[in-house]
C-alpha cells in the first residue's frame, strides 16, 4: 500500500507541473508566428514558449536559442510585462561568449487575439506612446498549436 500512495504522490504531482506548464503556455498571449509590413517591406517573429524570438526580414533569419551575428555566437530572448498598459515587451540579445546583454523595450498591445501593435524606438529606452513612425501591426499567422519547433 505504502508503493501505491507513492505512485500517487508522484501522479499528483506529475500532473501539478503539467498543468502549470500548460497555464503558462495559455498566458502568454506573444506565442506564435506573426508577420508585418512596414515600409514596403514584410517581415516575421515567432515567439515561442521557452522564451525565444526569431525575426525574419528580407529572408534574413536571426534570433532564437543559438544563432550567428557578425561570427558571433548569440541568442534573442523576450519578456513582458503584462501587468501594465501597454503591455512591456523586452528583446534580450546576448553574446553567449562574453554573456553580455542587450536589451530593446517596447510597448504592445493587442488589438484582437490575432492582432498586435508594437512600438520600439530601436534603443534601449522604451516608447511611451504609438505612432506611426515608432508602430508595427502585426497578424498572427500560426498559434500555439500549428507552430513547428525548430
Not at 508594437?118 to 513612425?133: D, G, Y
Request: charged share 25%; with cysteine; net charge negative.
Amino acid at each position: 500500500m505504502n508503493h501505491l500512495s507513492q505512485l500517487k504522490n508522484i501522479f499528483i504531482l506529475f500532473s501539478f507541473c503539467l498543468l502549470a506548464f500548460t497555464t503558462q503556455q495559455q498566458q502568454n498571449p506573444f506565442i506564435g508566428k506573426w508577420i508585418g509590413e512596414s515600409k514596403g517591406d514584410v517581415g516575421s517573429m515567432a515567439f515561442d514558449v521557452e522564451g525565444y524570438a526569431t525575426i525574419e526580414l528580407d529572408g534574413q533569419e536571426m534570433g532564437g536559442k543559438e544563432f550567428e551575428v557578425d561570427g558571433v555566437r548569440s541568442q534573442l530572448g523576450y519578456e513582458f510585462n503584462d501587468s501594465v498598459q501597454p503591455i512591456e515587451l523586452n528583446f534580450l540579445l546576448r553574446n553567449l561568449e562574453t554573456e553580455e546583454e542587450k536589451k530593446m523595450r517596447l510597448i504592445a498591445r493587442f488589438i484582437s487575439h490575432d492582432s498586435l501593435e508594437l512600438a520600439s524606438n530601436f534603443n534601449e529606452t522604451r516608447p511611451t506612446e504609438f505612432t506611426e513612425e515608432n508602430s508595427i501591426i502585426l497578424t498572427r499567422v500560426e498559434s500555439p498549436s500549428s507552430s513547428k519547433e525548430k
